[in-house]
């Protein structure tokens, strides 16, 4: 069984600082991994994914991550954050099975940026 | 372009009322979730459904019971509610090969 760790439960930083939220992952088998951000009372909405290829992906809004297979992390970083960055974010992974697997998701990192 | 739909988006129950949520997809996936979301506890799955006609248990499904009509909607009903299901309730399905999970909106239930 898979399972995702968030290291930090809160993150407070200041707009235009630079910002790294950590996720480590628990798998037997290879993954896929994901990030989703979910804004105030709003659902949850796709960040990026790392499937295959390059360990470092690109996402919306700025962020990136890199998939480390030898630390088994999927940190999530953006070198400048803004006010609207304010967020709650989750990291999950799923298993590669060749089959329809479930997502696994950390407990959430909650973002605040402040001015 | 509606994605994941979900309906209510907000209601209020007395202790020992029933209620159904109800869920649609028009992405065509097979599998479909229903999530609650409690503060500090992340996302817990309460029911899934691999396929149209299976439907299976998830981290916390006492107190919950689910039909899946069919391929595109998946329901969610509360029998007796209880306080403790106070929460905010997600919809979503899924991506057959990665797992990615599609998202509705939410639906915020508070029970007296």
């Known amino acids: 069984a898979q399972s995702v760790t968030q290291l930090d439960s809160q993150v407070p930083v200041f707009e235009e600082a630079p910002v790294e939220l950590r996720c480590n992952y628990s798998s037997s088998v290879s993954v896929y991994l994901f990030w989703y951000v979910q804004y105030p009372n709003q659902g949850l909405q796709l960040l990026l994914k790392?499937?295959?290829?390059?360990?470092l992906v690109k996402g919306i809004n700025g962020f990136e991550a890199e998939f480390n297979k030898s630390q088994t992390s999927f940190h999530l970083r953006k070198p400048s954050v803004h006010i609207s960055d304010t967020a709650e974010y989750f990291c999950a992974v799923s298993a590669i099975r060749g089959g329809s697997e479930k997502l696994v998701f950390g407990k959430g990192t909650k973002l605040t940026v402040n001015p | 372009n509606a994605g994941v739909t979900q309906t209510p988006k907000f209601q209020v129950l007395k202790t020992g009322q029933s209620m159904t949520l109800q869920c649609a997809q028009d992405?065509?996936?097979?599998?479909m979730y229903w999530y609650r979301q409690d503060p500090g506890m992340g996302l817990r799955l309460i029911y899934y459904s691999a396929s149209e006609g299976t439907t299976d248990k998830g981290e916390v499904p006492n107190g919950y019971n689910v039909s899946r009509l069919n391929k595109r909607e998946f329901s969610l009903r509360l029998e007796s509610a209880a306080p403790s299901q106070t929460s905010v309730y997600f919809c979503?399905?899924?991506?057959?090969?990665?797992?990615?999970?599609?998202f509705g909106e939410g639906s915020r239930l508070t029970v007296l």
């Open positions: 992405m065509n996936h097979n599998s």
């Open positions: 790392y499937l295959s290829g390059s360990t």
């Open positions: 979503a399905s899924s991506e057959a090969v990665t797992g990615e999970l599609f």
